[in-house]
C-alpha cells in the first residue's frame, strides 16, 4: 500500500480535461518536489513533469503539475486517445528515507 | 538522445540471485550529476524504487530491500547492474533501469526524477 494515494481510474471524452489527484502527507508531498509519470503498459515510462509543475522538453503544455499541502495534482487538457495510459505521482519520504510512488490512475478516453 | 536497455534472465529460481544489467548508449555512465536506478513493478501493482548507484560506486537502496541488493557500475562498459538475493516468487516483477536526477542531500543524495527509463524486463521467479 502507497503512502501516496492516486484514484484508480479517471475517464473523460476526447478534447475534455481530467485531473489526477495524489494525496500524502508532510513527510513526502508536504516537503519535496513531485514528478509525474505516463505509462502505457509494455513501454518505457515517461517522465511528464519534474519539480512539481516543470515540463520536460518534449511534452506538451496540455499536461501540467500543481502541489497543495500535502497533495499534488496532475492535469491533462485537451485530452486525446494517445493519452490513454497509466499514470504515476512519485515523491521522496523523508521519514521513510525512500522514493515512493502513487499506486496509479488508469486514464481511459471515452 | 540517452537510452536504456535491460537484460538478464527472465526466469530465476526461488532462494536464488537475481541478476540484471542495464545498458546506456547515447550517453556516459560516469557523466556527473546522474544516477542510476533499479525500478520494478509486480504483476498488475504499481511501481517500486529498488535504489541508485553513481559512477563513484555509492549506492542507496530501499530500506525495504536493502539486505538483498547489491548495485554495481563497470563504465567502460557503460553498464550499471543489479543483485537480489534469495528471491521468492514476491520478487516476479518487471524491472526497469532508469536515470536519476538527485537533490543533493546529506548523507545521502535523494531521487528528484527518473528520465529516461528502459523498456523493462519480466523476471519469474520460479521453480
Known amino acids: 500500500q502507497s503512502v501516496l494515494t492516486q484514484p484508480p481510474s479517471v475517464s473523460a471524452a476526447p478534447g475534455q480535461k481530467v485531473t489526477i489527484s495524489c494525496s500524502g502527507s508532510?513527510?513526502?508531498?508536504?516537503?519535496?518536489?513531485v514528478s509525474w509519470y505516463q505509462h502505457v503498459p509494455g513501454t518505457a515510462p515517461k517522465l511528464l513533469i519534474y519539480d512539481t509543475a516543470k515540463r520536460p522538453s518534449g511534452i506538451p503544455d496540455r499536461f501540467s503539475g500543481f502541489k497543495s499541502g500535502t497533495s499534488a495534482t496532475l492535469g491533462i487538457t485537451g485530452l486525446q486517445t494517445g493519452d490513454e495510459a497509466d499514470y504515476y505521482c512519485g515523491t521522496w519520504d523523508r521519514s521513510l528515507s525512500d522514493w515512493e510512488f502513487g499506486g496509479g490512475t488508469k486514464v481511459t478516453v471515452l | 538522445q540517452v537510452q536504456l536497455q535491460e537484460s538478464g534472465p527472465g526466469l530465476v529460481k526461488p532462494s536464488q540471485t537475481l541478476s540484471l544489467t542495464c545498458t546506456v548508449s547515447?550517453?556516459?555512465?560516469?557523466?556527473?550529476?546522474?544516477?542510476w536506478s533499479w525500478i520494478r513493478q509486480h504483476p498488475g501493482k504499481g511501481l517500486e524504487w529498488i535504489g541508485y548507484?553513481?559512477?563513484?560506486?555509492?549506492?542507496y537502496f530501499n530500506p525495504s530491500l536493502k539486505s538483498r541488493v547489491t548495485m554495481s557500475m563497470d563504465t567502460s562498459k557503460g553498464q550499471f547492474s543489479l543483485k537480489l538475493s534469495s528471491v521468492t516468487a514476491a520478487d516476479t516483477a518487471i524491472y526497469y533501469c532508469?536515470?536519476?536526477?538527485?537533490?543533493?542531500?546529506?548523507?545521502?543524495?535523494?531521487?528528484?526524477?527518473?528520465?529516461?527509463w528502459g523498456q523493462g524486463t519480466l523476471v519469474t521467479v520460479s521453480s
Open positions: 508532510t513527510s513526502n508531498i508536504g516537503s519535496n518536489y
Open positions: 547515447g550517453g556516459s555512465v560516469s557523466s556527473g550529476g546522474y544516477h
Open positions: 548507484i553513481y559512477y563513484s560506486g555509492s549506492t
Open positions: 532508469a536515470r536519476t536526477v538527485v537533490t543533493v542531500n546529506r548523507p545521502y543524495d535523494t531521487p528528484a526524477w527518473f528520465d529516461p
